[in-house]
Protein backbone atom coordinates (compact mmCIF):
# COMPACT_ATOMS: atom_id res chain seq x y z
CA UNK A 1 0.00 0.00 0.00
CA UNK A 2 1.89 3.31 -1.13
CA UNK A 3 1.90 6.87 1.03
CA UNK A 4 0.00 9.36 -0.66
CA UNK A 5 2.43 12.29 -1.93
CA UNK A 6 -0.26 14.66 -0.51
CA UNK A 7 0.23 14.01 3.24
CA UNK A 8 4.09 15.60 2.36
CA UNK A 9 4.64 19.31 2.98
CA UNK A 10 7.46 21.26 3.78
CA UNK A 11 7.04 23.77 6.89
CA UNK A 12 7.40 27.59 5.79
CA UNK A 13 9.24 28.33 9.07
CA UNK A 14 11.28 24.51 8.46
CA UNK A 15 14.78 24.74 10.27
CA UNK A 16 18.03 23.34 7.80
CA UNK A 17 18.50 22.18 4.48
CA UNK A 18 15.33 20.94 2.50
CA UNK A 19 17.13 17.77 2.77
CA UNK A 20 17.14 17.79 6.16
CA UNK A 21 13.48 18.84 6.43
CA UNK A 22 12.45 16.24 4.02
CA UNK A 23 14.60 13.41 6.66
CA UNK A 24 12.68 15.10 9.23
CA UNK A 25 9.33 15.05 7.84
CA UNK A 26 9.11 11.17 6.92
CA UNK A 27 11.21 10.12 10.17
CA UNK A 28 8.44 12.11 12.17
CA UNK A 29 5.81 10.04 9.90
CA UNK A 30 7.35 7.17 10.79
CA UNK A 31 7.97 7.63 14.29
CA UNK A 32 4.57 8.95 15.15
CA UNK A 33 3.09 5.95 14.05
CA UNK A 34 1.49 7.98 10.67
CA UNK A 35 3.65 6.12 8.76
CA UNK A 36 3.11 1.81 9.21
CA UNK A 37 5.69 -0.91 8.32
CA UNK A 38 6.14 -1.85 4.56
CA UNK A 39 3.81 1.28 3.17
CA UNK A 40 5.60 2.44 -0.24
CA UNK A 41 6.68 5.90 -0.06
CA UNK A 42 6.42 7.95 -3.51
CA UNK A 43 8.74 7.57 -6.00
CA UNK A 44 11.42 10.66 -5.67
CA UNK A 45 10.12 12.50 -9.09
CA UNK A 46 6.78 12.42 -7.66
CA UNK A 47 7.84 13.79 -4.30
CA UNK A 48 10.50 16.42 -5.91
CA UNK A 49 7.33 17.58 -7.64
CA UNK A 50 5.45 17.51 -5.41
CA UNK A 51 7.26 19.82 -2.68
CA UNK A 52 9.04 21.61 -5.79
CA UNK A 53 12.86 20.66 -4.98
CA UNK A 54 15.08 19.03 -6.99
CA UNK A 55 14.94 15.36 -7.44
CA UNK A 56 18.63 14.67 -6.44
CA UNK A 57 17.74 16.19 -2.87
CA UNK A 58 14.85 13.84 -2.31
CA UNK A 59 17.16 10.80 -3.37
CA UNK A 60 19.70 12.13 -1.04
CA UNK A 61 17.35 12.29 1.76
CA UNK A 62 15.92 8.94 0.73
CA UNK A 63 19.59 7.35 0.92
CA UNK A 64 20.05 8.75 4.33
CA UNK A 65 16.87 7.10 5.92
CA UNK A 66 18.05 4.01 4.10
CA UNK A 67 20.97 4.51 6.20
CA UNK A 68 19.36 4.76 9.07
CA UNK A 69 17.39 1.78 8.49
CA UNK A 70 14.51 3.76 8.66
CA UNK A 71 13.60 2.94 4.70
CA UNK A 72 14.20 0.03 3.12
CA UNK A 73 14.58 -0.23 -1.14
CA UNK A 74 13.95 -3.07 -2.99
CA UNK A 75 15.13 -2.92 -6.23
CA UNK A 76 13.84 -1.16 -9.06
CA UNK A 77 10.06 -0.98 -6.85
CA UNK A 78 11.08 1.75 -4.69
CA UNK A 79 11.56 2.84 -1.06
CA UNK A 80 9.67 1.46 1.83
CA UNK A 81 9.15 1.94 5.72
CA UNK A 82 12.03 -0.45 6.95
CA UNK A 83 10.80 -3.47 9.09
CA UNK A 84 13.32 -2.71 12.01
CA UNK A 85 11.55 0.98 11.73
CA UNK A 86 10.99 2.31 15.31
CA UNK A 87 7.06 2.27 14.56
CA UNK A 88 5.10 2.80 18.09
CA UNK A 89 1.76 0.64 18.46
CA UNK A 90 -0.51 3.32 17.29
CA UNK A 91 -0.25 6.85 15.42
CA UNK A 92 -0.29 9.68 17.56
CA UNK A 93 -0.14 12.86 16.24
CA UNK A 94 2.51 15.42 16.82
CA UNK A 95 1.53 17.96 19.39
CA UNK A 96 0.30 21.29 18.25
CA UNK A 97 -0.12 24.68 20.11
CA UNK A 98 -2.63 25.68 22.35
CA UNK A 99 -6.04 26.13 21.36
CA UNK A 100 -7.31 29.98 22.33
CA UNK A 101 -10.79 28.90 21.27
CA UNK A 102 -12.86 29.67 24.16
CA UNK A 103 -15.11 26.71 23.55
CA UNK A 104 -18.02 27.36 26.60
CA UNK A 105 -19.07 30.54 24.64
CA UNK A 106 -18.36 29.23 21.26
CA UNK A 107 -20.60 25.91 21.36
CA UNK A 108 -24.19 27.71 21.12
CA UNK A 109 -25.64 23.13 22.20
CA UNK A 110 -24.20 20.74 24.32
CA UNK A 111 -25.10 17.21 23.80
CA UNK A 112 -22.23 15.73 25.67
CA UNK A 113 -23.40 16.31 29.35
CA UNK A 114 -26.41 13.73 29.17
CA UNK A 115 -27.28 10.22 30.41
CA UNK A 116 -25.72 7.93 28.36
CA UNK A 117 -25.05 3.90 28.66
CA UNK A 118 -21.67 2.65 27.67
CA UNK A 119 -21.45 -0.44 26.08
CA UNK A 120 -17.40 -1.97 25.65
CA UNK A 121 -16.34 -2.37 22.38
CA UNK A 122 -14.34 -5.56 23.74
CA UNK A 123 -17.47 -7.07 24.81
CA UNK A 124 -16.54 -10.26 23.47
CA UNK A 125 -13.65 -10.70 25.25
CA UNK A 126 -15.44 -11.26 28.04
CA UNK A 127 -16.63 -14.53 29.63
CA UNK A 128 -19.88 -13.69 30.77
CA UNK A 129 -21.38 -10.55 28.83
CA UNK A 130 -24.61 -10.44 29.85
CA UNK A 131 -25.00 -7.15 27.13
CA UNK A 132 -28.40 -5.98 25.58
CA UNK A 133 -28.83 -5.49 21.77
CA UNK A 134 -25.91 -6.88 20.39
CA UNK A 135 -25.01 -9.22 17.56
CA UNK A 136 -24.06 -13.03 18.13
CA UNK A 137 -21.98 -14.48 15.32
CA UNK A 138 -23.35 -17.78 15.57
CA UNK A 139 -26.88 -16.73 14.93
CA UNK A 140 -26.38 -14.16 12.12
CA UNK A 141 -26.57 -15.54 8.41
CA UNK A 142 -23.91 -14.34 7.13
CA UNK A 143 -23.04 -16.59 4.31
CA UNK A 144 -26.60 -15.55 2.57
CA UNK A 145 -26.27 -11.67 3.54
CA UNK A 146 -23.43 -11.47 1.74
CA UNK A 147 -24.65 -12.95 -1.47
CA UNK A 148 -27.34 -10.58 -0.91
CA UNK A 149 -25.26 -7.36 -0.50
CA UNK A 150 -23.15 -9.45 -4.25
CA UNK A 151 -26.23 -9.81 -5.67
CA UNK A 152 -26.71 -5.57 -4.99
CA UNK A 153 -23.65 -4.73 -6.05
CA UNK A 154 -24.04 -6.30 -9.79
CA UNK A 155 -25.02 -4.46 -12.86
CA UNK A 156 -28.75 -5.39 -12.63
CA UNK A 157 -28.94 -2.78 -9.03
CA UNK A 158 -26.92 -0.15 -10.22
CA UNK A 159 -29.19 2.53 -10.13
CA UNK A 160 -30.07 1.36 -6.11
CA UNK A 161 -25.91 1.35 -5.75
CA UNK A 162 -24.72 4.51 -7.17
CA UNK A 163 -27.82 6.59 -7.12
CA UNK A 164 -29.42 9.56 -5.32
CA UNK A 165 -32.81 8.80 -4.32
CA UNK A 166 -32.89 12.22 -3.38
CA UNK A 167 -36.32 11.78 -0.59
CA UNK A 168 -37.40 8.57 -1.77
CA UNK A 169 -36.25 5.22 -0.20
CA UNK A 170 -35.51 1.66 -2.34
CA UNK A 171 -39.00 0.58 -3.60
CA UNK A 172 -37.94 -3.01 -3.09
CA UNK A 173 -37.35 -2.68 0.51
CA UNK A 174 -41.09 -0.21 1.02
CA UNK A 175 -43.02 -2.85 -0.82
CA UNK A 176 -41.37 -5.88 1.42
CA UNK A 177 -42.04 -3.54 4.58
CA UNK A 178 -45.76 -2.71 3.84
CA UNK A 179 -46.66 -6.23 1.94
CA UNK A 180 -45.04 -8.79 4.85
CA UNK A 181 -43.44 -6.95 7.89
CA UNK A 182 -46.61 -4.34 8.62
CA UNK A 183 -49.55 -6.89 8.47
CA UNK A 184 -47.74 -8.82 10.98
CA UNK A 185 -48.58 -6.21 13.41
CA UNK A 186 -51.84 -5.74 12.02
CA UNK A 187 -51.13 -2.90 10.13
CA UNK A 188 -52.14 -1.48 6.37
CA UNK A 189 -50.00 1.41 5.31
CA UNK A 190 -49.59 2.69 1.82
CA UNK A 191 -45.51 3.37 0.61
CA UNK A 192 -46.40 6.88 1.45
CA UNK A 193 -46.84 6.14 4.97
CA UNK A 194 -44.08 4.54 4.81
CA UNK A 195 -40.36 6.19 5.63
CA UNK A 196 -37.21 4.24 5.66
CA UNK A 197 -34.88 5.71 8.58
CA UNK A 198 -31.34 4.93 9.73
CA UNK A 199 -32.44 2.69 13.27
CA UNK A 200 -35.26 3.84 15.32
CA UNK A 201 -32.95 6.79 16.70
CA UNK A 202 -33.59 8.48 13.61
CA UNK A 203 -37.18 8.06 13.49
CA UNK A 204 -37.34 9.35 17.01
CA UNK A 205 -35.74 12.00 16.25
CA UNK A 206 -37.15 13.01 12.76
CA UNK A 207 -40.86 12.84 14.91
CA UNK A 208 -39.58 14.97 17.79
CA UNK A 209 -38.23 17.02 15.93
CA UNK A 210 -41.32 17.44 13.38
CA UNK A 211 -44.16 17.40 16.84
CA UNK A 212 -42.64 19.42 18.93
CA UNK A 213 -41.01 22.72 20.07
CA UNK A 214 -40.81 25.08 23.03
CA UNK A 215 -44.19 26.01 24.54
CA UNK A 216 -45.25 21.63 23.49
CA UNK A 217 -45.36 19.18 26.18
CA UNK A 218 -44.60 15.61 25.80
CA UNK A 219 -45.12 12.77 28.11
CA UNK A 220 -42.82 9.54 28.35
CA UNK A 221 -42.36 6.37 30.38
CA UNK A 222 -40.48 5.87 33.43
CA UNK A 223 -37.70 4.66 33.45
CA UNK A 224 -37.60 4.70 29.43
CA UNK A 225 -34.99 4.78 26.23
CA UNK A 226 -32.56 7.27 27.79
CA UNK A 227 -31.35 8.37 24.62
CA UNK A 228 -35.28 9.41 23.75
CA UNK A 229 -34.79 11.21 27.28
CA UNK A 230 -31.93 13.14 26.31
CA UNK A 231 -33.08 13.78 22.66
CA UNK A 232 -36.14 15.74 23.62
CA UNK A 233 -34.74 17.80 26.42
CA UNK A 234 -32.72 18.75 23.55
CA UNK A 235 -35.83 19.56 21.89
CA UNK A 236 -36.40 22.45 24.43
CA UNK A 237 -40.43 20.96 24.89
CA UNK A 238 -41.83 20.47 28.21
CA UNK A 239 -41.55 16.58 28.88
CA UNK A 240 -43.10 15.04 31.95
CA UNK A 241 -41.84 11.45 33.01
CA UNK A 242 -44.61 8.64 34.03
CA UNK A 243 -43.77 6.05 36.23
CA UNK A 244 -44.86 2.95 34.46
CA UNK A 245 -46.58 0.18 36.08
CA UNK A 246 -46.62 -3.96 35.46
CA UNK A 247 -48.96 -2.98 32.30
CA UNK A 248 -46.60 0.00 30.84
CA UNK A 249 -47.88 3.55 31.14
CA UNK A 250 -51.24 4.30 33.16
CA UNK A 251 -52.78 6.20 30.43
CA UNK A 252 -54.73 8.25 33.33
CA UNK A 253 -51.52 9.76 34.50
CA UNK A 254 -50.86 11.82 30.90
CA UNK A 255 -51.51 15.66 32.26
CA UNK A 256 -53.80 17.68 30.40
CA UNK A 257 -52.12 20.03 27.48
CA UNK A 258 -49.98 17.13 26.32
CA UNK A 259 -49.11 17.41 23.12
CA UNK A 260 -47.10 13.91 21.98
CA UNK A 261 -47.08 10.57 24.29
CA UNK A 262 -44.05 8.52 23.34
CA UNK A 263 -44.37 4.38 24.37
CA UNK A 264 -43.14 0.85 23.73
CA UNK A 265 -46.11 -0.89 24.46
CA UNK A 266 -45.41 -4.30 23.67
CA UNK A 267 -42.03 -4.17 24.79
CA UNK A 268 -41.58 -1.68 27.26
CA UNK A 269 -37.94 -0.58 27.45
CA UNK A 270 -36.29 -1.41 29.83
CA UNK A 271 -38.53 -3.23 31.92
CA UNK A 272 -40.27 -5.24 29.05
CA UNK A 273 -43.60 -5.23 30.32
CA UNK A 274 -46.76 -5.51 28.02
CA UNK A 275 -49.14 -3.42 27.68
CA UNK A 276 -53.30 -5.13 27.76
CA UNK A 277 -55.35 -4.82 24.73
CA UNK A 278 -57.78 -2.83 27.11
CA UNK A 279 -54.98 -0.52 28.11
CA UNK A 280 -53.74 0.01 24.56
CA UNK A 281 -57.70 1.33 23.86
CA UNK A 282 -57.66 3.47 27.10
CA UNK A 283 -54.02 4.92 25.57
CA UNK A 284 -55.93 6.10 22.40
CA UNK A 285 -58.90 7.19 24.12
CA UNK A 286 -56.44 9.73 26.06
CA UNK A 287 -54.61 10.94 23.10
CA UNK A 288 -57.89 11.39 21.40
CA UNK A 289 -59.23 13.64 24.36
CA UNK A 290 -56.35 15.61 24.59
CA UNK A 291 -55.63 15.86 20.89
CA UNK A 292 -52.21 14.13 21.31
CA UNK A 293 -50.09 12.68 18.79
CA UNK A 294 -48.25 8.72 20.00
CA UNK A 295 -45.05 7.95 18.55
CA UNK A 296 -44.84 3.83 19.09
CA UNK A 297 -40.99 2.29 19.36
CA UNK A 298 -42.40 -1.58 18.49
CA UNK A 299 -38.72 -2.50 18.97
CA UNK A 300 -38.09 -6.18 19.47
CA UNK A 301 -41.55 -7.63 18.66
CA UNK A 302 -40.49 -10.21 16.27
CA UNK A 303 -38.54 -11.96 19.62
CA UNK A 304 -41.35 -13.71 20.20
CA UNK A 305 -40.73 -17.14 21.22
CA UNK A 306 -42.98 -17.70 24.59
CA UNK A 307 -46.54 -16.55 22.81
CA UNK A 308 -47.28 -13.83 19.87
CA UNK A 309 -47.08 -10.36 20.64
CA UNK A 310 -50.28 -8.24 21.07
CA UNK A 311 -51.38 -6.27 18.20
CA UNK A 312 -49.59 -3.11 17.50
CA UNK A 313 -50.82 0.33 19.09
CA UNK A 314 -50.78 1.48 15.59
CA UNK A 315 -53.05 -1.40 14.37
CA UNK A 316 -56.00 -0.02 16.96
CA UNK A 317 -55.59 3.52 15.66
CA UNK A 318 -58.40 4.96 13.64
CA UNK A 319 -57.45 8.60 13.98
CA UNK A 320 -54.43 8.45 12.56
CA UNK A 321 -52.77 9.38 16.11
CA UNK A 322 -50.28 6.68 15.98
CA UNK A 323 -46.72 7.22 14.42
CA UNK A 324 -45.00 3.60 14.51
CA UNK A 325 -41.73 3.40 14.68
CA UNK A 326 -40.02 -0.27 13.80
CA UNK A 327 -36.19 -1.62 13.30
CA UNK A 328 -34.50 -4.02 12.59
CA UNK A 329 -31.55 -3.42 15.08
CA UNK A 330 -32.68 -6.39 16.89
CA UNK A 331 -33.61 -8.70 14.42
CA UNK A 332 -30.42 -8.08 11.87
CA UNK A 333 -27.33 -6.69 13.87
CA UNK A 334 -27.46 -3.23 15.31
CA UNK A 335 -24.63 -1.74 12.91
CA UNK A 336 -27.09 -1.79 9.66
CA UNK A 337 -28.63 1.38 11.51
CA UNK A 338 -31.81 0.25 9.40
CA UNK A 339 -35.46 1.49 10.73
CA UNK A 340 -38.98 2.61 9.08
CA UNK A 341 -41.89 4.48 10.45
CA UNK A 342 -45.11 4.85 9.72
CA UNK A 343 -47.80 7.54 9.82
CA UNK A 344 -50.31 9.51 8.05
CA UNK A 345 -49.20 10.61 4.84
CA UNK A 346 -48.98 14.51 5.72
CA UNK A 347 -46.88 13.54 8.77
CA UNK A 348 -44.22 11.22 6.66
CA UNK A 349 -44.17 13.78 3.53
CA UNK A 350 -42.56 16.08 6.52
CA UNK A 351 -40.60 13.34 7.85
CA UNK A 352 -39.50 12.73 4.54
CA UNK A 353 -38.72 16.64 3.89
CA UNK A 354 -36.49 16.63 6.65
CA UNK A 355 -34.44 13.54 6.58
CA UNK A 356 -33.78 15.06 3.04
CA UNK A 357 -32.20 18.04 4.76
CA UNK A 358 -30.24 16.31 6.90
CA UNK A 359 -29.11 12.80 5.01
CA UNK A 360 -31.14 12.66 2.17
CA UNK A 361 -31.62 8.96 2.41
CA UNK A 362 -30.25 5.76 3.88
CA UNK A 363 -27.24 4.06 1.38
CA UNK A 364 -28.97 2.64 -1.49
CA UNK A 365 -27.05 -0.61 -1.68
CA UNK A 366 -27.64 -1.25 2.17
CA UNK A 367 -31.45 -0.62 1.73
CA UNK A 368 -31.39 -3.43 -1.63
CA UNK A 369 -28.67 -5.75 0.48
CA UNK A 370 -31.49 -5.86 3.22
CA UNK A 371 -34.71 -5.86 0.66
CA UNK A 372 -33.30 -9.26 -0.86
CA UNK A 373 -32.43 -10.59 2.47
CA UNK A 374 -36.16 -10.06 3.74
CA UNK A 375 -37.82 -11.04 -0.12
CA UNK A 376 -35.68 -14.02 -0.10
CA UNK A 377 -36.83 -15.89 2.99
CA UNK A 378 -33.34 -15.49 5.07
CA UNK A 379 -35.19 -13.02 7.17
CA UNK A 380 -37.72 -15.57 8.74
CA UNK A 381 -35.22 -17.96 8.69
CA UNK A 382 -33.09 -16.36 10.58
CA UNK A 383 -36.12 -14.74 12.97
CA UNK A 384 -36.73 -19.04 13.62
CA UNK A 385 -33.24 -19.74 14.63
CA UNK A 386 -32.88 -16.50 16.81
CA UNK A 387 -35.98 -17.48 18.91
CA UNK A 388 -35.28 -21.15 19.31
CA UNK A 389 -32.23 -20.16 20.20
CA UNK A 390 -32.88 -17.08 22.40
CA UNK A 391 -35.98 -20.08 23.93
CA UNK A 392 -33.56 -22.13 25.42
CA UNK A 393 -31.22 -19.13 26.99
CA UNK A 394 -34.03 -17.79 28.99
CA UNK A 395 -35.14 -20.66 30.64
CA UNK A 396 -31.27 -21.45 31.71
CA UNK A 397 -30.62 -17.41 32.66
CA UNK A 398 -34.55 -17.90 34.37
CA UNK A 399 -33.28 -21.49 36.34
CA UNK A 400 -29.85 -19.49 36.91
CA UNK A 401 -31.85 -16.57 38.48
CA UNK A 402 -33.98 -18.65 40.93
CA UNK A 403 -31.67 -20.82 41.75
CA UNK A 404 -29.11 -18.18 43.02
CA UNK A 405 -31.96 -16.10 44.57
CA UNK A 406 -31.91 -12.90 42.42
CA UNK A 407 -34.73 -10.85 42.26
CA UNK A 408 -36.15 -10.26 38.62
CA UNK A 409 -38.07 -6.98 38.27
CA UNK A 410 -39.61 -7.45 35.20
CA UNK A 411 -39.51 -10.29 32.18
CA UNK A 412 -41.14 -9.93 28.55
CA UNK A 413 -44.16 -12.21 28.40
CA UNK A 414 -43.64 -13.31 25.05
CA UNK A 415 -40.21 -13.18 24.65
CA UNK A 416 -37.62 -10.17 23.75
CA UNK A 417 -33.56 -10.68 24.89
CA UNK A 418 -33.56 -9.20 27.87
CA UNK A 419 -34.54 -9.26 32.11
CA UNK A 420 -35.26 -6.29 34.30
CA UNK A 421 -33.50 -7.10 37.70
CA UNK A 422 -33.37 -5.57 41.06
CA UNK A 423 -30.96 -5.30 43.33
CA UNK A 424 -30.97 -5.11 47.11
CA UNK A 425 -31.69 -1.36 48.26
CA UNK A 426 -28.30 -0.75 49.28
CA UNK A 427 -26.26 -1.77 46.08
CA UNK A 428 -25.24 0.87 43.61
CA UNK A 429 -25.53 -1.20 39.93
CA UNK A 430 -23.14 1.66 38.15
CA UNK A 431 -20.27 0.68 40.90
CA UNK A 432 -21.10 -3.23 40.81
CA UNK A 433 -21.13 -3.25 37.39
CA UNK A 434 -17.57 -2.02 37.48
CA UNK A 435 -16.53 -4.21 40.12
CA UNK A 436 -18.09 -7.42 37.81
CA UNK A 437 -16.06 -5.88 34.54
CA UNK A 438 -12.74 -7.01 36.37
CA UNK A 439 -14.12 -10.56 36.84
CA UNK A 440 -15.47 -9.97 32.63
CA UNK A 441 -18.94 -10.08 33.80
CA UNK A 442 -20.62 -7.12 32.12
CA UNK A 443 -24.20 -6.31 33.57
CA UNK A 444 -26.19 -2.85 32.18
CA UNK A 445 -26.77 -0.53 35.36
CA UNK A 446 -30.09 0.73 35.23
CA UNK A 447 -29.74 4.37 36.52
CA UNK A 448 -29.51 5.85 33.21
CA UNK A 449 -33.05 4.74 32.55
CA UNK A 450 -34.84 7.08 35.08
CA UNK A 451 -35.62 10.62 35.18
CA UNK A 452 -35.57 12.74 37.90
CA UNK A 453 -33.18 13.78 40.51
CA UNK A 454 -33.93 10.57 42.73
CA UNK A 455 -33.03 7.95 40.70
CA UNK A 456 -33.02 4.79 41.67
CA UNK A 457 -29.47 2.62 41.82
CA UNK A 458 -30.21 -0.74 42.48
CA UNK A 459 -31.82 -2.01 39.03
CA UNK A 460 -30.13 -3.60 35.68
CA UNK A 461 -30.15 -5.45 32.64
CA UNK A 462 -29.38 -8.87 32.01
CA UNK A 463 -29.05 -9.24 28.22
CA UNK A 464 -28.84 -12.90 26.65
CA UNK A 465 -28.96 -12.31 23.12
CA UNK A 466 -25.10 -12.74 22.64
CA UNK A 467 -23.70 -14.92 25.57
CA UNK A 468 -23.18 -18.85 24.79
CA UNK A 469 -26.16 -21.19 27.30
CA UNK A 470 -23.25 -22.94 28.82
CA UNK A 471 -21.83 -19.02 30.05
CA UNK A 472 -25.49 -18.48 32.14
CA UNK A 473 -25.04 -20.23 34.97
CA UNK A 474 -21.78 -19.94 36.05
CA UNK A 475 -22.02 -15.70 34.86
CA UNK A 476 -25.19 -15.90 37.59
CA UNK A 477 -23.51 -16.98 39.89
CA UNK A 478 -20.65 -14.12 39.91
CA UNK A 479 -23.19 -11.51 39.92
CA UNK A 480 -24.97 -13.19 42.90
CA UNK A 481 -21.26 -13.50 44.62
CA UNK A 482 -20.69 -9.75 43.88
CA UNK A 483 -24.50 -8.68 45.10
CA UNK A 484 -24.04 -10.20 48.15
CA UNK A 485 -20.16 -9.38 48.95
CA UNK A 486 -21.15 -5.77 48.35
Not at 194 to 209: D, E, K, M, P, Y
Not at 386 to 400: H, V
Request: proline share 6%.
Amino acid sequence: MGISVDTFFLKPDGQGTLQAQIQQMIAEGILSGRFHVGEKLPSSRKLAAHLGVSRITVTLAYTELLANDYLTAKGRSGYYVSQNAPVPPKYTPLQRGEETVDWTRTLARQFSDGDVLSKPLDWRDYRYPFIYGQADRSLFDHANWRLCAVRALGHKDFDSLTGDYVDQDDPLLVEFIARHTLPRRGIAARPEEILITLGAQNALWLASRILLDRGRKAAIEDPCYYALRELLHRSNCETTALRVDKDGLPPDDIPDGTDVIFTTPSHQCPTTSTMPVDRRHDLLKRARDLDAMIVEDDYEFEMAFLGAPSPALKSLDRDGRVIYVGSFSKSLFPGLRLGYMVGSEPFIREARALRSLVLRHPPGHIQRTAAYFLSLGHYDAQIRRMSKALLERRKTIEEAIAEHKLTVAGRGVFGGSSIWMKAPEHIDTTRLAKTLQKQSVHIEPGEPFFSGPNKPANFYRLGYSSIAPDRIYPGIKQIASAIRSA
